[in-house]
């Protein structure tokens, strides 16, 4: 695998990332919750979820993948990968502002986090249709490109919703203001080329159009 191959799966995972990160959701919408009830310390603990919960998805899904080898259920796959990721992109095209939920008032970050998190089916989506493809094509290179499609993905993903309690800890209007919008919509032009990507390959696998 080449440096240029490693930075282009280092980019693809920040941008999934990043996007999965500041999307709207229940998990941002914790972490702002707890934030605002509890302070940052327990909005950070919310934005660590993922680090507990997502090891047991990613596994399952790379395991259930790697033993298939058909291409059509493959291309399949690459299609509803790139209809979930077109469906992400238009979620983030379409953001006005980032709303702040009402989890309950007790703390317990770490239990609430893990518990949406685990809950949510965005990461099961996700893993089964985008992540694990991604990780099994690389892995034929070496374990260097899935290291780093995995660093960029939870460094942003993770990093993304810290910077969010970090902020919204400091002043509770920063990311709910003008910007927020626009940071989301050039997310969601940056996966709207993802999806393009992951529904030609699933045509190609399928035999509909050339490599």
């Not at 399952?60 to 033993?67: A, E, H, N, Q």
Request: glycine share 12%; with cysteine.
């Amino acid at each position: 695998m080449t440096p240029s191959d490693v930075v282009g799966l280092l980019g693809a995972g920040a941008a999934f990332g990043l996007a999965a990160g500041l999307s709207p959701g229940p998990l941002l919408a914790l972490v702002v919750s707890q934030t605002v009830r509890h302070g940052p310390r327990e909005g950070l603990k919310v934005a660590m979820a993922p680090l507990i919960t997502d090891a047991p998805i990613v596994l399952l899904s790379v395991l259930v993948l790697s033993r298939l080898e058909s291409d059509a259920v493959l291309g399949i796959i690459a299609l509803a990968g790139g209809a979930f990721v077109a469906y992400l992109a238009i979620e983030s095209l379409r953001t006005t502002r980032l709303a702040v939920g009402d989890e309950g008032s007790a703390p317990r970050s770490w239990r609430q986090g893990a518990t949406v998190n685990a809950l949510s089916p965005h990461p099961y989506l996700f893993w089964i249709t985008v992540g694990a493809p991604i990780l099994l094509a690389a892995a034929a290179n070496g374990p260097v490109g899935p290291a780093a499609f995995l660093v960029g993905f939870y460094a942003c993903l993770v990093g993304s919703k810290v910077a969010v309690a970090l902020a919204v800890g400091a002043s509770r209007g920063a990311l709910t203001g003008g910007a927020y919008p626009w940071i989301m919509r050039a997310l969601g032009a940056v996966l709207a080329v993802f999806a393009v990507l992951l529904v030609r390959e699933g045509l190609v696998l399928l035999g509909i159009v050339g490599p």
